[in-house]
């Protein structure tokens, strides 16, 4: 498996996530770079979408200037005309897909909050009747929307692996009382907003997944890449049907032509044809603009 940061090849090399890097700038920055890959059903896949990672990128900035009043963020600047000189070999690369960012003491915890009902949540439920120890009303089923919005913290598992959900006196005894009551605090107040925005804008937030860490004055900023269709469920409103899997808003017709071809869902995935490659860009640019109000290729020009 080639290395997916060749391309990078001069910079510190921090991590990679199925899609992103993360690289070293200094000791007190990091460089958080978008590709255009993109998975299905878990599996990374031989064709890329074009502006995939900078429709992300785009995404995390305008909900991080949204939010910015409930929490402070680690972004420093995403504009690569500002990036420190040692970056400046890779500006075009990295423009509108990067952002230089605080390097934090990363909280061990994965921040998720879900307003619906799937994934691994609908499996604890089918087993237990609860999510993470939140005890739900009978009858709930796949898309069901949850009575109210509920805090699963998990751990980060190792890249490939599948976060464990774990409780809330279990997230306590891992950070302490009072950071586990501020991170879920935040993680709910920061998805009610960013959930009925959506909502208006015609697109259900099912879940989603925030990471936080210290700054090096001990100030806990929300970090990594935030509300992104990469770090949570995106639905279409309008297509909404509670009862078995959701369209999803970005990746369906991938979804749909992946199950066509017959693929077993082991790698390799087969390449993508042009025309789901283009009505995917599509979908992005869109979820995009809807969001944020902001031409994607204005975004683009001022990166
Ligand atoms: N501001 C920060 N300071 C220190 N560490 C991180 C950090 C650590 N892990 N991740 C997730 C991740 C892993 C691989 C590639 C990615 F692009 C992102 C982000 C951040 Cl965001």
Same mark, same amino acid.
């Given at each position: 498996?080639?290395? =997916? ?21 200094? *000791? ?5 770079? #978008?590709?255009? $890959? ?23 900035? %305008?909900?991080? *200037? ?6 402070? +963020? ?13 970056? #400046? ?13 605080? $390097? ?47 805090? =699963?913290? +998990? ?25 586990? #009551? ?10 009610? $907003?960013? +959930? *009925?925005?959506? #909502? ?34 995106? %639905?279409?409103?309008?297509? %909404? ?18 199950? *066509? =071809?017959? %693929? ?14 283009? +009505? ?24």
């Amino acid at each position: 498996m080639p290395l =997916t940061h060749e391309e990078f090849a001069g910079l510190t090399h921090l991590g990679s996530g199925k899609v992103r890097e993360l690289f070293a700038v200094g *000791d007190d920055a990091v460089l958080l770079v #978008a590709s255009d $890959r993109i998975s299905a059903f878990d599996v990374v896949l031989p064709t890329e979408i074009p502006d995939k990672g900078a429709v992300l990128t785009g995404l995390s900035l %305008w909900w991080f *200037d949204q939010l910015s009043d409930l929490v402070p +963020s680690h972004v420093i600047s995403s504009s690569v005309d500002e990036y420190p000189a040692e970056l #400046a070999p890779y500006k075009e690369q990295l423009r509108g897909r990067s952002m230089l960012c605080r $390097r934090l003491d990363m909280v061990m915890i994965e921040c998720v909050a879900r307003g619906y009902l799937t994934g691994s949540g609908l499996k604890d439920y089918r087993r237990t009747g609860a999510v993470s120890g939140h005890p739900l009303p009978p009858g709930l089923e796949d898309g069901s929307k949850l009575p109210t919005t509920i805090y =699963t913290p +998990s751990t980060k598992a190792p890249i490939g692996e599948h976060d464990e959900n774990i409780s809330r006196d279990d997230a306590a005894g891992r950070v302490g009382k009072e950071l586990a #009551a501020e991170l879920e605090h935040l993680t709910l107040q920061i998805f009610g $907003r960013a +959930s *009925d925005l959506a #909502a208006e804008r015609g697109i259900l937030l099912a879940d989603t997944k925030f990471e936080f860490g210290h700054d090096a004055d001990g100030v806990l900023r929300l970090a990594d890449e935030v509300l992104t269709p990469d770090s949570s469920r995106f %639905w279409p409103a309008d297509a %909404w049907t509670p009862g078995g899997a959701q369209p999803s808003y970005d990746k369906q017709f991938i979804r749909n032509y992946l199950v *066509d =071809t017959g %693929w077993d869902r082991n790698p390799p995935a087969p390449e993508l044809p042009a025309d789901i490659v283009e +009505s995917t860009r599509a979908r992005y640019v869109e979820a995009y603009e809807r969001l944020t109000g902001i031409s994607f290729q204005d975004y683009l020009s001022t990166a």
